[in-house]
């Protein structure tokens, strides 16, 4: 279950409820709504413990963004290897790594500027 008040935007409740779902860790969403030049509203960052992990966060997604807003993806990236997948829906984009390769690239530094909010997720 979802602890924290998300915005008041049901593509980012919808995408943080399907993480929940298959139990999806580390959960941060970034707003860049007030930074100038940026490429979409909202990060939402997550970590698979596997490939297999992400794949399922990866259809979760995908699955229940589909069934209960009638969205799809603009486009998707890395679903070969489930190592890190992006997932864009234009105003928000998802990415999903392995634990890994989410510290090597570390999103959340490159965009210090944006508000952070970890998203608590109850077991």
Request: with cysteine.
């Amino acid at each position: 279950m979802v602890e924290t008040k998300l915005p008041q935007t049901k593509l980012v409740q919808k995408i943080v409820s399907s993480i929940d779902e298959v139990k999806g860790i580390d959960v941060n969403l970034l707003d860049l709504r007030k930074i100038n030049n940026t490429v979409c509203g909202f990060f939402v960052i997550c970590t698979g413990t596997s490939n297999t992990h992400v794949a399922a966060i990866t259809n979760s997604i995908k699955k229940n963004v589909s069934k209960t807003l009638k969205e799809k993806p603009y486009s998707m990236e890395g679903i070969e290897n489930q190592e890190w997948v992006l997932m864009d829906y234009v105003d928000v984009v998802v990415h999903i790594f392995l634990k890994n390769v989410r510290e090597f690239y570390d999103i959340e530094n490159l965009w210090g500027d944006a508000k952070i909010s970890e998203i608590k997720i109850k077991a």
